[in-house]
């Protein structure tokens, strides 16, 4: 019979990958007014910001170490998207069309060198969502009226990827 007990960091993976989840539904349901945009993506720079802290003090017992200080960082950001003294909604917004095509792009190469690995399921499904990443991309750069669905993009790839780092980590969980 597997061992039932789950280690402290694969608790914190679950937690972690639950709290990303629940960040890009929000953020993808969060399209219904620009003021609640800016109130989720703070309060979720916020959060996973805590959860940073937390993770540093509960890790290494020190503020300061690298999840601690990127921890800080986005606590800030946070708040200064909330009170509007940066327009970070903006910024985030091109940053994430330029993401889109980027992680499409990677995603297209991993699936190439999967498909000549032999390993074909992986390879096929990469290339999809790879050419559906930079395809969304290209939209939201080449036709401007489209940036009114870049939230709902980003918070489903969000969610999607809280997603697969659950999967991921119960698989390993599973494994031991």
Do not use: H
Not at 92 to 116: C, E, P, T
Not at 136 to 144: A, H, K, N, R, T
């Amino acid at each position: 019979m597997a061992n039932t007990k789950v280690s402290k960091s694969a608790a914190l993976k679950i937690v972690q990958s639950v709290i990303v989840i629940i960040v890009g539904v929000l953020i993808a349901c969060a399209v219904i007014n620009t003021d609640f945009i800016k109130y989720v993506v703070g309060i979720a720079f916020l959060v996973l910001g805590a959860f940073l802290l937390f993770r540093s003090v509960y890790d290494t017992k020190s503020f300061i170490m690298p999840y601690g200080v990127f921890g800080g960082i986005l606590i800030g950001v946070g708040i200064a998207t909330m009170v509007d003294y940066i327009p970070l909604l903006m910024i985030i917004r091109n940053f994430i069309y330029v993401s889109l095509i980027v992680l499409g792009a990677l995603l297209i190469l991993d699936g190439i060198v999967r498909l000549a690995l032999g390993k074909t399921n992986n390879g096929i499904v990469e290339l999809i969502i790879g050419a559906i990443l930079v395809t969304v991309g290209g939209l939201f750069i080449g036709i401007p009226e489209m940036s009114e669905y870049c939230w709902i993009a980003f918070g489903v790839v969000v969610a999607l990827y809280g997603v697969y780092t659950l999967i991921v980590t119960i698989v390993q969980i599973s494994k031991k």
